[in-house]
């Protein structure tokens, strides 16, 4: 009888502890009758949002090998709003709210659902990364998050090529690609990177993980592609 008592307990607990570390997921659509609105419904929907919200957060557990919550940013709830943003605005998150722009998703061309997972990917990094305490580069940020995007296989028509740019934290798909190249010198070197990243910033992360100044290694890279 004690042992159960014991057992029926730690179920006890470790439900309590799973409410407490789970994360709340929601998806709402606040431009339901505009034409964005419409074809979200139509072309993507709440539920598929809604899974593509955990899916991207578990991705992106995983490339980080943030294996327990000790690992993870505290990230109680995410949310995803459909919405009319500024003009040329496609989404951005802030404090773990995601917003899309309603009028991007009206007037994208081609496979609506694939781009907006993409996105989703992207800003769904930004609830889990660490920023070095608000001292990363900005360029960098937003590649790390392309980066993720680039490894779940939502590399976009419109991103450009690999060896492009001019500058590594240029950001997004600039550094996502020399981001890539510099995981293919040492393998979870992302992952590395941004675990350094949350206490602090330094270019001298690169040389930490790679033996090698951020500027040489962007060096070899734009040598790499003779660009």
């Known amino acids: 009888m004690a042992n159960m008592m014991y057992f029926l307990s730690f179920l006890a607990i470790l439900s309590t502890l799973q ?22 419904t139509n072309e993507i929907g709440l539920e598929y949002s809604k899974q593509t919200l955990i899916s991207a957060t578990e991705f992106t557990w995983r490339l980080f090998q943030q294996n327990s919550e000790t690992d993870r940013r505290t990230t109680p709830k ?31 061309k081609g496979d609506v659902r694939k781009e907006i997972t993409g996105l989703l990917y992207h800003e769904v990094v930004h609830s889990w990364q660490w920023n070095g305490n608000g001292n990363a580069p900005v360029g960098l940020i937003d590649g790390i998050a392309d980066f993720v995007r680039l490894k779940a296989g939502y590399v976009p028509d419109y991103w450009r090529q690999p060896g ?4 590594w934290d240029e950001s997004y798909d600039i550094t996502a690609w020399f981001l890539d190249y510099c995981n293919g010198l040492r393998n979870g070197f992302v992952a590395e ?8 910033y330094s270019d001298n992360f690169f040389f930490e993980l790679l033996g090698k100044t951020v500027d040489q290694v962007w060096s070899e890279y734009k040598a790499k592609y003779n660009t």
Do not use: C, W
Request: aromatic share 10%; proline share 3%.
């Open 164 to 167: 492009s740019g001019n500058k």
């Open 19 to 40: 409410a407490i570390h789970a994360v709340e997921y929601s998806v709402t659509n606040n431009v339901p009758t505009t034409p964005g609105g419409i074809r979200f």
């Open 78 to 108: 995410l949310s995803l709003f459909i919405e009319k943003l500024g003009a040329g605005q496609r989404a951005y998150s802030s404090n773990d709210e995601i917003r899309v722009n309603s009028d991007y998703i009206q007037d994208f």
């Open 193 to 200: 990177l941004n675990k350094k990243m949350r206490t602090g």
